[in-house]
């Protein structure tokens, strides 16, 4: 099992940067592949990227491809999505998720889950 905790939100301007930062409890964290997903007001959880258990391996939503990257630090027990040229479109809570398909993009392929951190990108 793992306990997710993500942070690094806040509100920023369109342009500007984040860095979320996820971290996790568990020995086990260097077995799961991970994801990132966010939700806006009003509309459904939805993949952002995701990396597989080494870091061989990432995939993205074709809206954030060339924006956002994602990385993982195993030996932090860490996960990170550097958000870069934010648009307001990109406002939502995002969560990192931990589970066992390698590339998931779907919330069902994940088994665990952090509370999430609102990010707010001002136009």
């Known amino acids: 099992q793992v306990q997710l905790v993500e942070s690094g939100g806040g509100l920023v301007q369109a342009g500007d940067s984040l860095r979320l930062s996820c971290a996790a409890s568990?020995?086990?964290?260097?077995?799961?592949?991970m994801g990132w997903f966010r939700q806006a007001p009003g509309k459904e959880r939805e993949f952002v990227a995701g990396i597989s258990f080494n870091g061989g391996s990432t995939n993205y939503e074709d809206s954030v491809k060339g924006r956002f990257t994602i990385s993982r630090d195993n030996a932090k027990n860490a996960v990170y999505l550097q958000m870069n040229s934010l648009k307001p479109e990109d406002t939502a809570v995002y969560y990192c998720a931990a589970g066992w398909y390698i590339g998931g993009r779907y919330a069902s392929q994940y088994t665990y889950w952090g509370p999430g951190t609102l990010v707010t990108v001002s136009s």
């Open positions: 568990g020995r086990t964290f260097s077995a799961y592949n």
